[in-house]
């Protein structure tokens, strides 16, 4: 069976100095083919599959203590790593000072 609800994880940066502060402006790292902008066409590409975008959906039915390869996503995002950037379908900090 399908759940009615789901869960996404979303992964996000901000420029922000503080980014405890309210006025922080928090971007959105957007994924290839994962859930997310209900503006944009869904992605078809049966019988295949983005393994890092299936990987998230069962990252988020438990904590990321138990799926610790999302702190070392995070962090590879951080660092603006080229090769982790390749995998996502956008990049919010491109031509900018990493997050």
Known sequence: SITKERTEVILQGTSSLDP????????EFDFKCKPGNLKRRPCFISP???R??????????????QNEWIIH???????????????????????????
């Open 20 to 27: 405890n502060d309210p006025a922080a402006v928090w971007e």
């Open 73 to 99: 996503l995070a962090g590879k995002l951080l660092a603006q790593e080229e090769e982790t950037l390749s995998l996502m379908a956008t990049n919010p900090f491109a031509g900018r000072a990493p997050p």
């Open 52 to 65: 890092l975008d299936w990987l998230m959906w069962f990252a988020a039915f438990q904590t990321y203590e």
């Open 48 to 50: 295949y599959h983005y």
